[in-house]
């Protein structure tokens, strides 16, 4: 879909912004450019759509020549997301994303109709949103909107400029999030540009890491994490690059079956033994229609207490596409170190805990060690 060739970027003044830089982005994958400041990711993503003109080399779209296109028709076929946003504060919110559809000369109603599946798309209701302007809108509706706009006349590519980087953590996460849901539905082909080494690796398919305006590794993020190619690349993804490693896992790959489950109205008695029985301290707690409501303690059943009396409320719980970072931080911040993973309707899919992580932690290192000793016996 996208490959770039021998491409450089010289200034008048002498800088090399990009030097020789060659990599190809394959048709609805969704490519990450990385690295410092100054490291020429952004000069490298706009040379795409020729917002910055190349000094040498090819970039092909299509396999066409991107020099062989009318530059504006190259981008208005190419979506364009910028981190603040640039909304045109005297336009509507359906106007705004409408902006290169009405260039391509669509009908009103296409546009009308389009804009509408975009706001639903990004999770913005049509009838609330349409005709407000940009500056009734919080900041994370505004980026919602700015997302919309670059999907509005249904480009095959997209390119990102750090689109979630003015916003605050948390709006930033769910926006993340979000749009990871709407890729998985429309497949585009994404150049994204960040800083954020935690964003490349949650958002990324491939990510190209870059330094001083070269290409330094390309590669997807596993491979980045677990293999970096030189000093470079370890001390940028970080030492605790195995910890970063845990956000390419979900909670549904490696939680467990719990070793006892409880029914509300069950006798405690009968509980305390299956309990003892099977080693365990804690267990599930699920009511008459088997959704999972708390935990017991074996040390709690005493008495005549029943287990409604004694059970504890979650204090957290996550889904099967819970990332096992994200995981981990729960279990750390729960009372009893174990994750209820649930379903939708509530009812339990399994259970992770420390030792769950640390087994399969473990078992990476040592396929690891597997894979490096067999690579150095080859060569």
């Known amino acids: 879909m996208i490959r770039l060739e021998n491409v450089y970027k010289t200034y008048p003044d002498g800088t090399e912004a990009v030097k020789d830089l060659?990599?190809?982005?394959?048709?609805?994958?969704?490519?990450?450019?990385?690295?410092?400041?100054?490291?020429?990711?952004?000069?490298?993503?706009?040379?795409i759509n020729r917002l910055i003109s190349l000094t040498s080399g090819k970039i092909y779209v299509d396999d066409k020549d991107i020099m062989s296109f009318n530059p504006n028709e190259l981008r208005r076929n190419i979506g364009y997301a910028i981190q603040n946003i640039g909304l045109f504060p005297h336009l509507t919110v359906w106007e705004n994303i409408a902006t290169v559809p009405m260039l391509k000369k669509w009908s009103k109603q296409k546009q009308l109709d389009r804009a509408e599946e975009l706001l639903e798309l990004v999770?913005?209701?049509?009838?609330?949103?349409?005709?407000?302007?940009?500056?009734?809108?919080?900041?994370?509706?505004?980026?919602?909107?700015?997302?919309?706009?670059?999907?509005?006349?249904?480009?095959?590519?997209?390119?990102?400029?750090?689109?979630?980087?003015?916003?605050?953590?948390?709006?930033?996460?769910?926006?993340?999030?979000?749009?990871?849901?709407?890729?998985?539905?429309?497949?585009?082909?994404?150049?994204?540009?960040?800083?954020?080494?935690?964003?490349?690796?949650?958002?990324?398919?491939?990510?190209?890491?870059?330094?001083?305006?070269?290409?330094?590794?390309?590669?997807?993020?596993?491979?980045?994490?677990?293999?970096?190619?030189?000093?470079?690349?370890?001390?940028?993804?970080?030492?605790?690059?195995?910890?970063?490693?845990?956000?390419?896992?979900?909670?549904?790959?490696?939680?467990?079956?719990?070793?006892?489950?409880?029914?509300?109205?069950?006798?405690?008695?009968?509980?305390?033994?299956?309990?003892?029985?099977?080693?365990?301290?804690?267990?599930?707690?699920?009511?008459?229609?088997d959704r999972f409501i708390g935990w017991i303690a074996s040390d709690d059943i005493k008495g005549s207490k029943s287990i409604k009396e004694i059970y504890k409320p979650p204090t957290v719980t996550a889904g099967p596409d819970t990332p096992l970072n994200e995981a981990l931080s729960m279990m750390i911040n729960s009372t009893i170190g174990t994750l209820a993973i649930l379903d939708e309707?509530?009812?339990?899919?399994?259970?992770?805990?420390?030792?769950?992580?640390?087994?399969?932690?473990?078992?990476?290192?040592?396929?690891q060690q597997k894979e490096t000793k067999a690579s150095g016996e080859k060569s």
């Not at 916003?167 to 749009?179: A, G, M, N």
């Not at 259970?351 to 040592?366: H, P």
């Open 22 to 47: 060659n990599l190809e982005i394959s048709k609805g994958e969704f490519c990450v450019f990385l690295g410092p400041s100054g490291c020429g990711k952004t000069t490298s993503m706009k040379m």
């Open 123 to 289: 999770g913005m209701d049509p009838s609330v949103f349409m005709y407000r302007y940009p500056s009734e809108l919080s900041g994370g509706q505004q980026q919602r909107v700015g997302v919309a706009r670059s999907l509005g006349a249904d480009p095959d590519i997209l390119l990102m400029d750090e689109p979630f980087g003015a916003i605050d953590p948390i709006t930033r996460s769910k926006l993340q999030d979000e749009f990871l849901k709407i890729q998985a539905k429309i497949k585009k082909t994404i150049a994204f540009v960040t800083h954020d080494i935690e964003e490349a690796i949650k958002m990324g398919d491939k990510i190209a890491l870059m330094k001083a305006g070269r290409l330094v590794q390309y590669d997807d993020p596993a491979t980045l994490l677990t293999y970096p190619k030189d000093e470079f690349v370890r001390n940028f993804v970080g030492a605790d690059r195995v910890l970063k490693g845990l956000r390419l896992y979900k909670a549904k790959d490696v939680m467990k079956e719990p070793p006892v489950t409880v029914k509300i109205d069950e006798d405690p008695a009968r509980v305390k033994k299956r309990m003892e029985e099977s080693n365990t301290k804690w267990s599930m707690v699920t009511d008459e229609k």
């Open 345 to 367: 309707d509530g009812k339990m899919l399994g259970v992770l805990s420390f030792d769950i992580i640390r087994d399969m932690l473990g078992q990476e290192e040592s396929e």
